[in-house]
């Protein structure tokens, strides 16, 4: 695959599975955007490898998880290889320095999830989404830069913030991943607001469920709040995209705040019509700033 096509591929997966991000990336400069949809496209990529629930098992998963990852190494190395995301991937790591020991955190949690499908307490959970969120934030700072002297300030916010998504995710999709036999809630939270696993299964949004999904609720606030003041250290180039999906995901919180915190019987979605205001607000930020930006000089601020 060409690299012109590998990103089309990954913009075209950012795009199906990502809604509500990929209306945030089309606040980005062009040049940009794409190297975002990259590294989503990748992590994507990945997360489908490990999420596939075909005849093969877990042993066909994990071969398939070594055969991309070995494809990965090779394509670092400079090979050619056979897969739709690499080429884009690759080429956005090695023009950005994107680390290496963050994509294998990523690979290592996602790893995880071939094994363990259980968290007994928070900071269990907090060390899966170590790799699999954090280290997403991580991956992405380097494309959506910062002003100067503010790339190590930035990097805490940013790993908070792709906590604050995940956990909104984990909120969310509590039934959707039942079906898979992953509870990703931690079993000591369960516990606490006496709520089992067969109560989910049942699907019966019980008061005690409620009481449990608005604590996790309150628990991804606090991710979003110490992720907030890392927009400011990011190129004003990028505000306009990270504080839209910000909006965007804070969002899916509020609509489950609105149906009275029942996860199970109804799937929370930020309407079309509110995305499209939350895009329309940032749209004039991000004109301004993509203007300066291509009117500043190259390394001056």
């Known amino acids: 695959m060409t690299l012109t096509a590998s990103y ?8 199906r599975h990502g809604r509500s991000f990929y209306l945030a990336t089309l606040l980005l400069p062009a040049w ?5 949809h990259a590294l989503y496209g990748f992590a994507r990529h990945v997360d489908d490898i490990v999420d596939e629930c075909g005849p093969t098992g877990t042993a066909g998963r994990a071969a398939a998880l070594d055969d991309v ?13 056979n897969d739709p995301v690499l080429p884009a991937f690759v080429h ?33 959970l907090l060390a899966y989404m170590e790799g699999s969120a954090a280290a997403i934030g991580l991956m992405m700072l380097p494309v959506l830069e910062t002003v100067p002297g503010a790339g190590q300030a930035a990097r805490e916010p940013a790993r908070e913030l792709g906590r604050a998504f995940q956990l909104t995710n984990f909120i969310r999709d509590v039934a959707e991943d039942l079906e898979r036999d992953r509870v990703y809630l931690p079993q000591e939270d369960l516990a606490e607001f006496g709520v089992t696993e067969a109560d989910l299964a049942r699907g019966t949004c019980t008061r005690a469920v409620r009481a449990l999904v608005a604590f996790e609720a309150d628990r991804a606030r606090g991710h979003y709040r110490r992720a907030l003041d890392g927009i400011r250290l990011l190129a004003p180039s990028s505000r306009p995209c990270i504080r839209a999906a910000y909006e965007l995901y804070g969002g899916i919180l509020g609509q489950i705040a609105a149906a009275g915190h029942d996860v199970l019987t109804a799937r929370a979605r930020v309407s079309r019509r509110r995305r499209a205001a939350i895009y329309a607000r940032h749209l004039l930020a991000a004109s301004a700033a993509g203007r300066a930006e291509r009117r500043t000089p190259a390394g001056t601020a």
């Open 92 to 124: 956005t790591v090695r023009s950005f320095g994107v680390e290496r020991a963050d994509i294998d955190a990523f690979l290592t949690s996602m790893r995880s999830d071939l094994t363990v499908t259980r968290y007994a307490a928070y900071e269990d």
């Open 32 to 36: 940009k955007r794409r190297h975002v």
């Open 8 to 15: 089309e591929h990954c913009r075209r997966l950012n795009a």
């Open 69 to 81: 990852t070995a494809k990965l190494d090779a394509a670092t190395a400079g090979e050619p290889v």
